[in-house]
C-alpha cells in the first residue's frame, strides 16, 4: 500500500514503516513542501527482510488473488515500491537511515475444494459431533477463527486488506497455558486466520459453545487438534476476561490436512508467470525498490539535496539491486566539490557526489524507469518531464549505470569540458537487456553509461509538444577549457536523439559496445552534405574521420577495448557522394570491431554514376524494422544513381548478439537511389530471422492499395556461402538483376528472383 505525510515542512525523527509498499514525504501541488529533514536515527523503510506473511494465493499457477481480486503484477522498475521524498530542499542527516533492501517471504495458500475438504479451515469453525452420532456447524458468531505464531510478539495484529475469518480488536491477545506440543505458554497477539499455515503457527478456535473457565490442561482431540483454554485481554490496557474460554488450538501441519492448498508462494509465482509469458519477471520481494527524488527548483539553500545519510539498495538472493530517481525539475545540473551554483540559473542545483554516495545500482535523471508487465513486459519506458540536463565542469556522476533523459526539443543533454560518467568498479547494473530488456526513449533523448548491455531503440518521431534535443558531449561553454570529458563503463555506452549528437574531438571514453540511436544517420563528406543543402534531414553526420573517433576508445583506467558498434536508426541510412565507413586497421588489416550493427529500414542513395558509397568491417549485421522508413526527400537521398558496396567477412541479416528476437515480426530492409548494390563476403551472407531485402534504383508513382511502384537497381551477393539459420526467412528483391558469385565459381544471374 502507500503512506502519504505531506507538510510545508516536514522532519522525520522516528521509524516509519511500509514493507513492500510506497513511503511518499512532502507534496509538489496541495502543500507544496519547501524542505525535508530526515533525522539522525530516523528509519524510513520499506523492507520486508525477515519478514514471513500470507499474501492471497492461486490454484490453477495462471491467476494470483489477494483479498478476492486478482494481483497485477509490476514491472521490475520498482516504480510503485519505494520511497519517495518530495520537496525543494531535501535534507538527509548522518544517521538517518532509509531502507529500501530486497527480502521478505509472501506465502501463498489456495485453497482447493474436493477431496481434501469442501471448506476452508481458516475461514470456518471446525463440524461438532455430538454423542448420539449428529454433528452440527458452528458460526464464526459463536466460534470465531483466529491465528498465532510463536515468536517475538508485537502487540498488535497487522492491518491487512484480505481480511481473515473475523478482524481481531486492536491488541487483542489470547494467555495459554502449557500442554500443546510446539506451543510455550504464554500470551500471544490474535492474528487473522490467514496466518494459520505460516511456519509454526496455530489456528485458534475460541469455543463459545462450550462453558467459560479454566479446563484441567491442555487434552489431544482425535482430530489431531488439542482443546485447552486461554484468557482474553486488550495489550497496553487493563481489560480482560474474567474467566478463561475454551479455544481449540490446531497446529499448520494438521490444518493441512482438514483442507487442501495450493501453497504456491507469490516469488514462486512470479517467475512462473514469466516463464510461461516469455518475458522478464516482474518485481518480487527479494528486489531493492526505488529512491525518488522529486525536487522542485526554488530552494532557498541554493543546492536541492545534503546527503550525508545511508541508503539500503541491497537485494536479497536472487533479486536486484535498487535505483534511485532524480526528477520534477525542468532543469537539472550536475556541479562538482567546490563548485558553486551557476549565477542565473533556475533549475536544481545537485552535487554529483550526493547523488554518487547514495549506493544506488542504477541512477536516473530526468525520468522514473516504468515497465508495463502485463502488456510490454520485455520494454523499459520512461516517466517524467525534463528539457535540460548539465553536467558541468568537475561533476563526475558514478553507479552501476546512469541514465540521462530529457523530453524537449528546445533542450539538450549536455556534458561539459572536465564532467563526465564514470560506472567502472561500481559492479553489475540491476538489470539490462541481456536479460531480454529493450529500453523504449519515447519522445525524448536518453544518454546511458552501463556495466550491462543496454538495446535502446531510436527516439520517437518529436511532437510539438515533446522530443529529443540535442546530446553534447564535451561541449567547452568557455575558451580556457583543459580537462576532457570522460565517458566509461565496463559494458555499454548509449545515446539516443534526433536532433544533433555532438562528440568533441577531445571526449575520451572506453566501453565494450557503443550504441548511437537517432532519427536519421547521414554519412558523406562536408562538401557533399553542403550540396544537398536543405535536403538533408537533421541527425547524425558520420564520415571516416567521425568514425575513426568512435573506434578509437580508450582502455587506459582499465575500460575494456571496444567490440561492437551499434548505429540505430529511425528512418534511414543514407549515403551522399562517394564515402567510405571502414573499421579496418590500415596497417593491420584486422577490424577493430567485433561486429558493426545496423539498425534501420532503409539505406537510401544520392550520387551520381560514378560515386560509390562502401562499408568494409569484419561482421556486418543489419537488423531491419517493423516500422515504413522515412519518406524520401525530392531530389534528396534515396534518388541516386551511384553504387552501394558492402564487404565483409560475415553479413548477417538479422539481430546481432544478445538477440531480442520475436517470431511475430518481420524485419523488412529497403536500398533505394542505388544502380548496383554490391555484397561481398569472404565467409557468408545468412540470416537469422524472419525478414527481407529489397534493392531498387528509383521510386515511382504511389498506388493507395499497392503502396510505391519501385524500378531498377542491381542486387550483387558475391560470397562462398549463402545460408540462413533454423527456421529464418530471407527474402531477396531486386528491382532488375539479382547475381550470385560463388568463390571459384561463373556469376549467374538469378532471374527466378526478381521481383
Known amino acids: 500500500g502507500d503512506l502519504t505525510l505531506a507538510a510545508g515542512h516536514i522532519e522525520q525523527g522516528g521509524v516509519i514503516r511500509a514493507p513492500l509498499g510506497m513511503i511518499r514525504l512532502g507534496d509538489e501541488t496541495v502543500v507544496n513542501t519547501h524542505d525535508l529533514h530526515l533525522l539522525p536515527g530516523s528509519v524510513t523503510s520499506v523492507s520486508a527482510d525477515g519478514l514471513v506473511m500470507p499474501y492471497g494465493g492461486t490454484t490453477d499457477g495462471i491467476d494470483y488473488r489477494y483479498a478476492g481480486k486478482s494481483v497485477v503484477l509490476k514491472g521490475i522498475t520498482a516504480e510503485t515500491a519505494g520511497v519517495t521524498l518530495t520537496s525543494r530542499y531535501v535534507d538527509v542527516q548522518q544517521g538517518a537511515l532509509i531502507d529500501l533492501s530486497g527480502g521478505g517471504d509472501l506465502r501463498g495458500a489456495g485453497f482447493v475444494s474436493g477431496r481434501g475438504g469442501s471448506t476452508d479451515a481458516r475461514f470456518n469453525p471446525l463440524v461438532r459431533n455430538a454423542t448420539d452420532g449428529s454433528f452440527s456447524l458452528p458460526g464464526l458468531a459463536s466460534n470465531p477463527v483466529y491465528a498465532i505464531v510463536p515468536g517475538n510478539q508485537s502487540t498488535y495484529a497487522p492491518m491487512l486488506a484480505e481480511a481473515g475469518a473475523v478482524d481481531p480488536r486492536i491488541g487483542q491477545q489470547i494467555t495459554l497455558g502449557a500442554g500443546v506440543p510446539g506451543l510455550a505458554a504464554g500470551t500471544y497477539t490474535l492474528l487473522p486466520s490467514t496466518f494459520a499455515l505460516l511456519p509454526g503457527a496455530f489456528r485458534v478456535e475460541v469455543n463459545g459453545q462450550a462453558a467459560a473457565g479454566v479446563t484441567p490442561g491442555a487434552l489431544p482431540l482425535r482430530n489431531g487438534s488439542w482443546t485447552s483454554s486461554g484468557l482474553m485481554s486488550i495489550a497496553n490496557t487493563g481489560l480482560r476476561d474474567n474467566l478463561a474460554s475454551q479455544v481449540i488450538l490446531t497446529s499448520a501441519d494438521v490444518v493441512r490436512r482438514y483442507s487442501q492448498y495450493n501453497e504456491t508462494g507469490f516469488t514462486q509465482f512470479v517467475r512462473s508467470d514469466a516463464a510461461r509469458r516469455g518475458v522478464p519477471r516482474a518485481l518480487a ?74 549506493g544506488a545500482g542504477r541512477l536516473t535523471i530526468g525520468a522514473q524507469p516504468a515497465i508495463d508487465y502485463n502488456t510490454a513486459g520485455n520494454i523499459v519506458s520512461f516517466i517524467g518531464d525534463t528539457s535540460n540536463i548539465t553536467l558541468r565542469e568537475g561533476a563526475m556522476l558514478s553507479a552501476p549505470e546512469v541514465l540521462l533523459r530529457t523530453t524537449s526539443t528546445r533542450g539538450s543533454i549536455t556534458l561539459e569540458a572536465g564532467s563526465g560518467i564514470n560506472t567502472l568498479g561500481r559492479g553489475d547494473a540491476p538489470y539490462d537487456s541481456s536479460a531480454g530488456f529493450i529500453y523504449a526513449p519515447g519522445t525524448a533523448g536518453l544518454l546511458v553509461v552501463s556495466n550491462g548491455w543496454t538495446n535502446v531503440l531510436a527516439p520517437s518521431l518529436s511532437t510539438p509538444t515533446s522530443g529529443a534535443g540535442d546530446i553534447r558531449i564535451g561541449n567547452c561553454p568557455t575558451n580556457a577549457c583543459t580537462n576532457p570529458t570522460l565517458l566509461y563503463s565496463n559494458g555499454s555506452i548509449t545515446a539516443a536523439t534526433d536532433k544533433q549528437f555532438e562528440l568533441d574531438e577531445t571526449v575520451r571514453f572506453g566501453t565494450r559496445h557503443l550504441t548511437l540511436a537517432v532519427g536519421t544517420i547521414n554519412a558523406g563528406s562536408a562538401e557533399a552534405l553542403s550540396a544537398a543543402g536543405s535536403r538533408v534531414p537533421t541527425g547524425l553526420t558520420l564520415n571516416q574521420n567521425v568514425l575513426d573517433r568512435l573506434l578509437r576508445g580508450d582502455t587506459q583506467f582499465g575500460a575494456p577495448a571496444l567490440e561492437t558498434l551499434s548505429l540505430t536508426s529511425r528512418d534511414a541510412f543514407n549515403f551522399y557522394g562517394s564515402v567510405s565507413l571502414d573499421t579496418l586497421d590500415r596497417q593491420t588489416g584486422v577490424s577493430k570491431l567485433q561486429n558493426l550493427i545496423l539498425s534501420t529500414p532503409a539505406i537510401y542513395g544520392l550520387g551520381q554514376a560514378a560515386d560509390v558509397a562502401s562499408i568494409r568491417t569484419a561482421n556486418l549485421v543489419w537488423n531491419g524494422a517493423t516500422q515504413a522508413p522515412a519518406a524520401v526527400i525530392s531530389g534528396g537521398a534515396g534518388t541516386g544513381q551511384g553504387t552501394l558496396d558492402i564487404q565483409a567477412q560475415r553479413i548477417e541479416f538479422g539481430y546481432g548478439p544478445n538477440p531480442q528476437a520475436s517470431g511475430l515480426e518481420q524485419n523488412d530492409r529497403l536500398v533505394l537511389g542505388f544502380a548496383n548494390v554490391n555484397l561481398t563476403a569472404s565467409d557468408r551472407i545468412t540470416a537469422n530471422h524472419k525478414g527481407s531485402l529489397a534493392v531498387y534504383q528509383a521510386q515511382g508513382a504511389f498506388d493507395p492499395v499497392g503502396g510505391y511502384a519501385y524500378s531498377g537497381g542491381n542486387l550483387n551477393l558475391r560470397t562462398p556461402l549463402l545460408t540462413g539459420e533454423a527456421a529464418s526467412v530471407n527474402l531477396l528483391k531486386a528491382g532488375n538483376n539479382l547475381t550470385l558469385t560463388g568463390a571459384g565459381t561463373q556469376r549467374r544471374p538469378m532471374s527466378w528472383a526478381r521481383n
Do not use: C
Not at 535505483?323 to 525539475?329: K, M, P, Q
Not at 550536475?334 to 547514495?358: C, I, K, M, P, Q
Open 285 to 358: 520481494p527479494m528486489d531493492g525498490k526505488s529512491l525518488n527524488l522529486y525536487l522542485m527548483s526554488g530552494a532557498e539553500q541554493g543546492i536541492a539535496l545534503d546527503f550525508a545519510g545511508q541508503v539500503l539498495f541491497k537485494p536479497a538472493t536472487g533479486g536486484v539491486v535498487g535505483t534511485a530517481v532524480v526528477r520534477g525539475a525542468r532543469d537539472v545540473e550536475l556541479l562538482g566539490d567546490g563548485h558553486r551554483r551557476t549565477e542565473g540559473f533556475s533549475g536544481v542545483s545537485l552535487y554529483a557526489d550526493s547523488l554518487n554516495r547514495l
